[in-house]
């Protein structure tokens, strides 16, 4: 079963001229025929944007937009009641619901309720997780863990000592690695089939990736000085190497990214025509939920500047066949990033940098 995108979607974005400016009309490969195949395959859940580290490379202004900063249980089950539901099922097929986004979702004093709740409804959705492991406390590991609440998680560690790694997270390596350690021994005695990613962005790798790709100091680094800073990635590795199951686990570094410093960016300095979208693939299948319910753009735009519509005012499948949501992808498959606005217009700061 499948149906085709209301006309009126087609009919608005040929009266504003965005399609084809000529007349003509080019189909955009967005619009076609919505089916499990191509409808919404992800849930991003922003059960919590407060969080407990105040990483170098995060946004400072990241959540500060939207007052609601933790994702009420109520709100979760209604989504996971339409995601549930037969007629849902019809045009969309969730295949993975990540529960931390945007924030640390463990800060969500309801995130074991909800956790039940998503395996209850949705016993073949695959949870993921991204944590810093912070708040991922010793009784909640004990759960997830011991209820299977939780199939995939992933952990930054970015520094090799409890110094480097404060410099870069700002918060106590020694109460994450308490967790952490906790976690995998457990998974050991529970014979419990989680993959663990470790990631890893380094200081060095952060300040010099973004002066080579930007050209400029991060702003939650002024003062560093830059001579003076060694890469410890291969320490982390070298530890993380003993310590994790292979060949479940994987131990990464983490392309740096450049979204902490939209601000110092002027977008009339950028040339669009060098950008693509790194997003777009995944944003066309995806949807992002702030913990008021807002559906905003992606993972990199943390102040959920570009609200797409409120999946609990309305549903999910209504924001997805949302004039806005079409028109978005369309600028973005258009490349016409300073029509947008919001965090797009630094499509630069989107990308994936390197130092090298
Ligand atoms: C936004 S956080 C949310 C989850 C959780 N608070 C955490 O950090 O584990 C998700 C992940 O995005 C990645 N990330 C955040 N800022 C980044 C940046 N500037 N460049 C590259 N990756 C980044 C990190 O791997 C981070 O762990
Ligand atoms: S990257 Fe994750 S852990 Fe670090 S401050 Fe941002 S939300 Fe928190
Ligand atoms: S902020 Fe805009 S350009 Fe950047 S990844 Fe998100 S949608 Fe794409």
Redesign the pocket.
Known sequence: MSVIVPNKIINTAKHNKIINENGTSKKLSFLKRISPKNGINALSLSLSSL?S?D?I??PAE?GQRISTKFMPFAYVEKIVNEIASRDFSRFHNIEVISV??????FLNKEIIKILRLIKKRGPHIKVVC???FRSFTKDKIDIVLREKLIDNI???IDGASAENYYQVKRTDYKVVKEHLLYFIKLRRRLWRDVPLLI?A?TLYD?VYSIRKGLGITPLKTPDIDVSNITDDFELIKQEYMQILDHPKDHILR???????ERKQINPASINYSQYICPLMDSISRAAFIAPDGTWYAC?WD?NNELELGNVIEESVHRVFLSDKRIMLLQYLENREFAKINGPCVTVNCCQ?LSCN
């Open positions: 969080c580290a990483c490379f995060c990241r931390s986004a945007n924030g640390d979702g991204f944590t810093n992933g952990c930054n990631s962005l952060y983490t392309p740096v990214r450049g979204w902490a993972c943390g994936a």
